[in-house]
């Protein structure tokens, strides 16, 4: 259908809230991605699912960041115990598979602000 | 540890100019340079990528030279449009779309 959607698309929250970013990748792509993109730099690589596994997690900063992507579709990225410097655009990318050839969609990004 | 550098961080180009942004590896192990175009508050957008068994990509008014030997890949909009005017990533990766690491971004700005 449309394209990768990503909701919220601002939120604001209170330092040691806890957060969660939606978002629902074009269908039948099965490879997800979630990148971090702080002000004034390149996204940054967070997590990518390939179906519902995570292929690689070794972007997430600490064990306060989650994801999930239960039935290979919609992915949550989770963040506990929210610090200021949590605070920036969350992008969610998908394609059709890996590798090369296979073009990965963004999403517009949800801007968390952390107060 | 930065491993794509990118540059200029910004750039102001005549319409109807030519935009050059480059871009230097540390990791030899890429093997996939992509270009992506970003508009304020939207996503990034696949430009143009190219492998490194090639030295030269060209896509319409894009153009990527890549040189394997000195690590480093370019991106030339030729012929630059006021609608060109956005922000600018470079970005490598050893598998494909998995991982992609991303230069810091140049904005560039194109004037009448």
């Known amino acids: 259908g449309a394209g990768v959607s990503q909701t919220p698309s601002n939120k604001v929250t209170e330092k040691g809230k806890y957060v969660e970013l939606r978002c629902d990748p074009i269908?039948?792509?099965?490879?997800l991605y979630w990148y971090r993109q702080s002000l004034g730099q390149g996204p940054e690589f967070l997590i990518y699912f390939q179906g519902t596994g995570a292929a690689d997690d070794s972007g997430l900063p600490n064990d306060r960041f989650f994801a999930v992507r239960p039935e290979g579709s919609v992915s949550t990225l989770k963040i506990q115990r929210t610090e200021r410097g949590d605070s920036a655009v969350y992008l969610c990318a998908s394609s059709l598979t890996t590798g090369r050839g296979s073009e990965a969609f963004f999403g517009q990004g949800t801007r968390l602000t952390v107060v | 540890q930065q491993q794509v550098k990118q540059s200029p961080q910004s750039l102001i180009v005549q319409k109807g100019g030519i935009s050059i942004i480059n871009c230097a590896y540390e990791n030899t192990a890429f093997d996939y340079f992509p270009w992506y175009q970003q508009f304020p508050g939207k996503g990034p957008a696949l430009l143009i990528a190219?492998?490194?068994?090639?030295s030269e990509k060209k896509e319409g008014r894009f153009t990527i030279s890549f040189n394997k030997s000195a690590k480093q890949f370019s991106l030339h909009i030729m012929d630059s449009q006021p609608g060109d005017s956005a922000t600018y990533f470079c970005?490598?990766?050893?598998?494909?779309?998995?991982?992609?690491?991303f230069g810091t971004g140049t904005r560039l700005t194109i004037i009448p």
């Open positions: 269908s039948g792509h099965t490879a």
């Open positions: 970005a490598a990766s050893i598998f494909g779309n998995e991982k992609l690491t």
């Open positions: 190219i492998r490194p068994d090639v």
